[in-house]
């Protein structure tokens, strides 16, 4: 079904059931969902995977403050994400939830296989528990004040019995295949840090909590008593979605006719450890193949700090779109974040990029549709438009490269400076000028067909990005939706009939950013 060159299987990290979706959450969101549209585009058959990862304490104790069940929770905040990310034009195929009975079964399978193949122990457990970012620290891991070094909340003293996973058995193999493959993560800085990291013992990996600590989680199949560790029933969710293993625990000897192993897991740098420590060691334990690669994206912050729902700092992103639109929120995050770099978020940065749109490719849409309406009937005239084919073809190379090394933001600089060389062969050619002496009427038309041309090309390449504004621009070019990169070699518009739209991103004052940005 889906093995070879012709299947792309990507993801993002599912998301705790605890809070609302944010800015950060849709960032990572709008990559995964550019990616898997570039990759459509591109003819591949596409798995795009999100979710929400929906046991643990922290879901528990989410549940209990707000006086409602865990499921009640869950149920409300799945339902929360999955409406964000349909009003966002998220173009996932599979919404996975913790809960299902699907997962729950090839969690349990998954633990039989590594229980089966003698690399689950039991032991007792100390040290210490910080439940926000449900992880495990020992003493050294803790900051100088005793916190927990990812997030700084305060940590809890835990002792009890819990179950191993030996993962310490799999360190020289993990260190191996990164050495074998120096780009498994991107960016490469990530990959060093692992590699870093690496160079300590591996320790093993508590896979369980007890039952009587903590109820809500998947029962591990050997021992009821038990809960599986959250990290870990969150990791199995890429395996559960790409069909590989039945509930009844079939399918790990041979994979081919399910998706995975995934081309690509799309996460933030705060989860780099658990995806390229904790997931490849389990993954060959159960002696399933490796994914492919991981993007381990940089974090927004807003100002100098880190945005956060405790510091109250979020920005929400439904309400940026309710003024400007999805596509400007969509760009702005793309196109400002270096793909794997912080960024900042400025309400300043955001109209600055609002405006490129508004100026630089509204304003051609624009300009060129309103030319063919006056000067040609609104049909676009029948003459080769090739005076910008090197462009185009030199901002298609850029845009393919980058776009396959994941620099997304690289991608979108090269289809922007695209639309910045159409509207310098506007000045230069002057159609207005062309249009008004006699005897330049074929002069007139190769301006613009070659304009049309460009615009049509612009939809191509940033149709990933925004996906309603690029069709909506190409019914205006008389075309039923954006054409892919391929059909653009053979696109022939001659003929077709232009409309004027309603303007693309209309022009907002700085005040339409907030009180804040006053
Ligand atoms: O960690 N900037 O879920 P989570 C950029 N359930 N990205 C951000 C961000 C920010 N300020 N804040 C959040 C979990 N993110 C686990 C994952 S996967 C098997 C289990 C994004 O709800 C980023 O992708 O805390 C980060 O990795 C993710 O949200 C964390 O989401």
């Known amino acids: 079904m889906s093995q070879g060159p012709s299947r792309f299987y990507l993801t993002t990290p599912i998301y705790y059931a605890t809070g609302e979706p944010h800015i950060g959450h849709a960032y990572t969101t709008f990559l995964a969902d550019t990616v898997a549209r570039y990759h459509r585009q591109a003819g591949l058959r596409v798995l795009f995977l999100t979710g929400t990862d929906e046991h643990g304490q922290k ?10 069940t865990p499921i009640e929770l869950c149920d409300e905040m799945a339902a929360r994400f999955e409406e964000a990310w349909g009003h966002l034009d998220i173009s996932y195929d599979r919404f996975i939830r913790t809960t299902e009975a699907e997962h729950v079964a090839v969690v349990q399978a998954f633990l039989t296989r590594l229980q089966e193949r003698g690399l689950i122990y039991e032991d007792e457990y ?38 191993f996973f030996r993962m310490s058995r799999f ?28 160079r300590q013992p ?10 009587s600590r903590l109820a809500w989680g998947v029962p591990l199949p050997f021992d009821p008593e038990h809960v599986t560790y959250v990290w870990v029933d969150a990791l199995i969710n890429y395996v559960t979605a790409s069909g590989a293993i039945t509930p009844e625990g079939e399918g790990f000897d041979d994979v081919s006719g399910s998706w995975w192993p995934a081309d690509l897991h799309i996460i933030g740098k705060d989860i780099l450890t658990t995806h390229a420590v904790y997931w490849p060691t389990l993954l060959m334990g159960a002696g399933l193949p490796l994914p492919r690669r991981i993007l381990a994206h940089g974090w927004w912050v807003a100002g100098e700090t880190k945005m956060s729902k405790s510091m109250g700092n979020v920005v929400d992103p439904l309400a940026l779109e309710e003024e400007f639109g999805k596509d400007a929120v969509r760009w702005y ?80 600089a090269a289809a922007m400076d695209f639309a910045r060389e159409a509207n310098g062969y506007v000045e230069q050619r002057q159609p207005w000028a062309q249009a008004k002496e006699e005897g330049r009427e074929t002069e007139l038309d190769e301006t613009l067909a070659t304009l049309a041309r460009a615009l049509a090309a612009l939809t191509a390449l ?57």
């Open 126 to 163: 100390s040290g210490w528990y910080c439940v926000h970012e449900e992880r495990y620290w020992t003493s050294k891991d803790l900051t100088s004040e005793g916190a927990c070094p990812e997030c700084n909340r305060p940590v809890r003293e835990i002792e009890e019995k819990n179950y």
């Open 171 to 198: 360190q020289e193999d993990l260190v191996r295949h990164l050495e074998k493959n120096p780009d498994w993560i991107l960016p490469q800085s990530r990959q060093n840090e692992v590699l870093g990291f690496l």
């Open 462 to 518: 940033l149709f990933p990005v925004m996906p309603a504004k690029m069709e909506e621009l190409s019914r205006g070019l008389g075309l039923d939706e954006p054409p892919t990169l391929d059909e653009l070699g053979e696109l022939d518009l001659r003929g077709r009939r232009v409309e004027k739209g309603a303007g693309l991103f209309p022009k907002k004052p700085l005040e339409a950013m907030g009180p804040s940005s006053s």
């Open 59 to 68: 879901i528990q104790e989410e549940a209990d403050g707000r006086g409602m």
């Open 333 to 412: 995050l793309i196109r400002e974040m270096p793909t794997g770099h912080d960024a900042s978020y400025t309400p300043e940065r955001f109209l600055a990029r609002y405006e490129e749109l508004a100026n630089i490719l509204g304003n051609l849409a624009s300009r060129v549709i309103s030319m063919i309406v006056r000067y040609r009937d609104g049909a676009i005239p029948p003459a080769p438009g090739e005076g910008l084919r090197a462009q185009e073809d030199e901002a298609r190379r850029r845009y393919r490269e980058a776009m396959e090394a994941l620099r997304v933001h690289e991608a979108m």
């Open 202 to 211: 591996l320790s093993d990996l508590s896979i369980s909590r007890p039952r």
